[in-house]
């Protein structure tokens, strides 16, 4: 059974520039959150969706945006790219909001 | 609101050695659930376990245990003999009931665990 699978692996962008990232979750599976890893801040919660609807979103600007299509596939959008964006963005998928969570490797993001 | 600590930043064994991790959290919710996450080297965060606010019971998977206590609000995650594969950063992590917390997977900031040969 394939896992969660995110893309790109690493990108590297500059300052005001915007990206997407792309996570294909577990197949079944219905709910794709997103987090943020930072050394300084750690692990935090962007947004969850759950069959295309967001239930819930996390206390981020309104840089940062996602969206889940119909076959529950995700992606997250962040424009306007400031040096404090470099993270290390996670996508998990799950059955639902209260099961456990499988994890992509994650996106690796710098901004120059 | 909800929070989860662990007062543990970083501890290092050495091998053989048993270890215990531990986490406390806060929350207002009767109904929520605790997991805790092992990160190795290559990122991708792994389950370990999963644990709802109404099963108190302890649980033992080979070399990895868990106590759950609901009176001091903890979760502590203990490594017997521990081995040089199971270094890597452990995340403690709580998710709550309620249409504000759906999804909301809170962590702690992690206990780095370096286990020597």
């Known amino acids: 059974k394939a896992g969660v699978t995110q893309t790109p692996r690493y990108l590297i962008k500059t300052r005001g520039q915007q990206v997407t990232l792309s996570c294909s979750p577990i197949?079944?599976?219905?709910?794709v959150s997103w987090y943020q890893q930072t050394p300084g801040q750690g692990l935090q919660f962007l947004f969850e969706?759950?069959?295309?609807?967001?239930?819930n979103k996390g206390n981020f600007p309104g840089r940062f945006s996602g969206r889940q299509f119909s076959n529950s596939r995700s992606e997250m959008n962040v424009s306007t790219l400031e040096l404090g964006d470099s993270a290390l963005y996670l996508c998990a998928s799950s059955w639902n909001w209260n099961e456990k969570l499988f994890f992509g490797s994650g996106t690796q993001l710098s901004v120059l | 609101a909800q929070k989860v600590t662990q007062a543990q930043t970083e501890i290092s064994v050495v091998e053989k050695e048993d270890v215990t991790l531990d986490c406390v959290y806060e929350?207002?919710?009767?109904?929520?659930?605790l997991f805790w996450y092992k990160q190795p080297p290559s990122g991708e965060l792994v389950f370990l376990i999963r644990?709802?606010?109404?099963?108190?019971q302890n649980e033992i998977s080979g070399r990895y245990s868990w106590n759950f206590q609901k009176s001091t609000s903890s979760f502590n995650f203990t490594i017997t003999a521990s081995q040089v594969v199971d270094s890597a950063v452990y995340f403690c992590a709580l998710i709550a009931h309620g249409s504000s917390n759906t999804g909301k997977l809170i962590f702690g900031q992690g206990t780095t665990l370096q286990v020597k040969p």
């Open positions: 644990r709802n606010s109404f099963d108190e």
């Open positions: 969706y759950f069959s295309e609807t967001q239930r």
């Open positions: 929350t207002r919710d009767t109904t929520y659930y």
């Open positions: 197949s079944g599976h219905r709910s």
